[in-house]
């Protein structure tokens, strides 16, 4: 519930509450890999690409072909994939 509202959030702009609403999710179930990947974007939305490349760090503990995925959104200088984070019914492991 918390990624969807982050999703939302991030579709509307609203940055900052869509990392927020994130790191809670996270905090509840820290192996959520779409809400790590989610809050890497969320980061790039918002132009803060040194915290973006610390959540590609965490994401290469948990799972490496989703990291690969953030590493390449962040070394493209856009998001090529989404203007805004995943969906949990997309193809990421939960």
């Known amino acids: 519930m918390l990624n969807n509202l982050a999703t939302a959030y991030a579709a509307g702009g609203r940055h900052r509450e869509a990392s927020e609403a994130l790191k809670r999710a996270i905090g509840l179930k820290p192996d959520f890999v779409v809400a790590?990947?989610?809050?890497?974007?969320?980061?790039?939305?918002?132009?803060?690409?040194?915290?973006?490349?610390?959540?590609?760090?965490?994401?290469?503990?948990?799972h490496s072909q989703t990291a690969d995925k953030l590493y390449a959104e962040?070394?493209?200088?856009?998001?090529?994939?989404?203007q805004v984070p995943l969906t949990t019914s997309e193809t990421i492991p939960q």
Request: hydrophobic share 45%.
């Open 74 to 82: 962040i070394y493209r200088g856009k998001l090529v994939r989404a």
């Open 36 to 62: 790590q990947y989610n809050l890497g974007l969320v980061y790039l939305l918002a132009n803060k690409r040194d915290s973006a490349l610390e959540q590609f760090q965490m994401l290469k503990t948990l």
